[in-house]
């Protein structure tokens, strides 16, 4: 698949420049998402309570530095990025159809937020990057979803 020198260069300066240390573990998810056009930006949503945010209409995934401190800068950034994936191919989010099955405490905790912080029209959007966040193999499954589902620019 071709990207163009220009994306590829910047992929590559991107890969040598010290990432973040709030997401180092997450580094391979971070270089696919810029592979696929996302932006990444570390400040907080503006106008939220809201530690994440994507938009997909500029495909920008935004991280609040203030996940780091709290210690949920993984599952924060997972949950963003399962956005991502979900507006994938349209730029409107659509279910991935990522199916497991979790522990019925982390279950009840996903109801428990759903209802609480979120409105029904996009609680099975929300439902499923909960869902995905909280497997062990998130990555993995996030990255294949771009894979699958994106279209890299000039690709």
């Known amino acids: 698949m071709n990207i163009g020198p220009v994306k590829q260069a910047l992929i590559l300066l991107?890969?040598?420049?010290p990432q973040p240390s709030m997401a180092a573990?997450?580094?391979?998810?971070?270089?696919?998402l810029i592979r696929q056009g996302f932006r990444l930006v570390y400040r907080h949503p503006p106008g939220?309570?809201?530690y994440g945010r994507f938009s997909a209409a500029s495909k920008t995934l935004m991280i609040s530095p203030l996940v780091k401190d709290l210690g949920i800068a993984r599952p924060v950034f997972l949950h963003e990025a399962v956005h991502?994936?979900?507006s994938c191919p349209s730029g409107r989010l659509t279910l991935l159809g990522i199916q497991r099955n979790l522990d019925p405490v982390v279950?009840?905790?996903i109801n428990f937020i759903l209802r609480n912080h979120?409105?029904?029209?996009n609680a099975a959007l929300e439902r499923e990057a909960f869902l995905i966040q909280a497997l062990p193999d998130a990555e993995e499954v996030i990255i294949s979803a771009?894979?699958?589902?994106?279209?890299?620019?000039g690709g």
Not at 14 to 17: D, H, V
Not at 146 to 153: A, G
Request: proline share 6%; with cysteine.
């Open 107 to 109: 279950e009840s905790r």
């Open 48 to 50: 939220t309570k809201a």
């Open 118 to 121: 979120y409105s029904q029209a």
């Open 84 to 86: 991502a994936a979900q």
């Open 146 to 153: 771009l894979r699958n589902r994106c279209q890299p620019p």
């Open 25 to 32: 573990d997450l580094h391979q998810l971070q270089l696919e």
């Open 14 to 17: 991107l890969a040598l420049l």
